[in-house]
């Protein structure tokens, strides 16, 4: 949130580090941390996630686009797909 901030708005992070009751320092050390080996393997199919929603017009919801992961050869379940559906706000056009 607070880089986020930095690039909308122009407004120092020591400003906002103190606003959110942040220092500075844990800012910087949590901005350069690596990203995890789960955070990568949560991006792959969410990705592919993203590419099935497009192309089916916006009207596939988690099980359809489960389904779909499956038969493309992912081992991920409904529950993760409707998570990682939600997380990235992709929701199904009602229709």
Known sequence: MISDCKA????????????????ESWFYRWRNQPVTAREV???????????IFDESGGTY???KAWITLVRQGWKV???TV???????????RRG
């Open 8 to 23: 909308e708005q122009d407004t120092l992070h020591t400003l906002k580090c103190r606003a959110l009751g942040v220092s």
């Open 41 to 51: 393997r949560r991006g792959k199919p969410a990705d592919a996630i993203r590419k």
């Open 61 to 63: 919801g988690s099980p």
């Open 82 to 92: 409707a998570r990682l559906m939600a997380g990235r706000e992709i929701r199904r």
């Open 77 to 79: 379940s409904v529950n």
